[in-house]
């Protein structure tokens, strides 16, 4: 049965026509969600000439779908579709998901950091593949359900990253990574605009995915269970060694570093007269740091594969908001440039449990640095 969506686009003579028939070309990615689909709608309703497009990222036989880019959600997004009397497509991103996604998120796990595959899926798959695949549609922009916003600063002459409306749902930390040519060809219908607006604009619109749960896991990783798909990828992650203290007593015998990050403090097999916390790597020794909580905080870290896009770049000194990790408060912070494309970050106050493999994100206020 075709999907009835309420939308009505109001062209009350021919120069409305005209003006309709201006709009650009959108790409709209679409998981079958929520947010994706109310994104599309709303372009439809400006008079964009809309095309939804559905990711396949890795073979049915695995977490396809379980997944937001699974079976379920390509058929979600296509009723939508449907229903909006616009194009869909499932096109196929295996090959480069495997080699730019997985095989980073396994490597930085052989290396002992913890990495944030969202973060490079946004930069090399949606804003990479997806952007190629819309250019080759005669698409002027990609357009995504993502809570964040974008501008055009004259005085700067650059694109603007900035934060979404919805401080609770907001995912500019997110995309960070984008550059400016992407930014330019990148809409955000929801930027200004909280969930809770979003999920009654789509029950408005007649979605039947108003009320669609979101997804909270790892797209690729059934369960959640990354040590489970660490061990069936790479058996010999598995590779025992000491836990040790700072001063090198030893503890206990951990059961591969990868299945360990900084700040945990279950699961760590070791008695002790006070709570222990995993506190760094060794990995010459492949042994397991631990030590008091107050070993956790840290105010100054090293960043590197930056990506500048309110500057060019940083020439100089300069005070900041920092997060370190996705729904971290941004704390005061003053960064210092170190040639080569680092940068020291000195926090005003110390930080528990800063990750390698994570990401530091930069903001003046809503903007991204």
Known sequence: ??????????????????????KKRVVVGMSGGVDSSTAACLLVKESYD?????????????????????ITGASDARKVCDGLGIPHYVVNFKSSFETSVIEHFCREYMHARTPNPCIVCN???????????????????????????????????????????????EQSYFLYGLSQEQLQ????????MTKLEVRRKAEDFGLNVHDKPGSQEICFIPGDDYKSFLRKRIPSIERKGPVMTRDGRLLGE???????????????????????????FDTGKNALVVG??????????????LNWIAIDTLRQGTEVKASIRFNHAPSSAFLEPLGGEKVKVVFL?????????????????????
């Open 1 to 22: 049965m075709r999907l009835q969506i309420k939308i009505q686009l109001e062209v009350e003579n021919s120069a409305d026509i005209m003006e309709a028939k201006k």
């Open 254 to 280: 951990h059961k591969g570093l990868a299945f360990y990050t900084i700040g945990q403090r279950k699961g760590l097999g070791i008695s002790f007269p006070h709570p222990l916390y995993v506190t760094g």
């Open 349 to 369: 106050e110390p930080q528990r449990a800063i990750t390698p493999g994570q990401s530091v994100v930069f903001y003046d206020k809503e903007v991204i640095i």
């Open 123 to 169: 930069e090399k798959i949606k804003w990479g593949e997806l952007l190629r695949r819309a250019r080759m549609l005669d698409a002027d922009f990609i357009a995504t359900g993502h809570y964040a916003q974008v501008s055009y600063d004259d005085t700067r002459k650059r694109f603007l990253l900035k934060k979404g409306a919805d401080s609770k749902k």
């Open 50 to 70: 809309v095309i939804g497009i559905t990711m396949k990222l890795f073979d049915e036989e695995g977490p396809w779908d379980s997944s937001c880019c699974g």
């Open 292 to 305: 008091r909580e107050k070993e956790l905080y840290t105010n100054e870290l090293i960043a590197t594969h």
């Open 185 to 192: 060809h990148t809409l955000f219908p929801l930027g200004e």
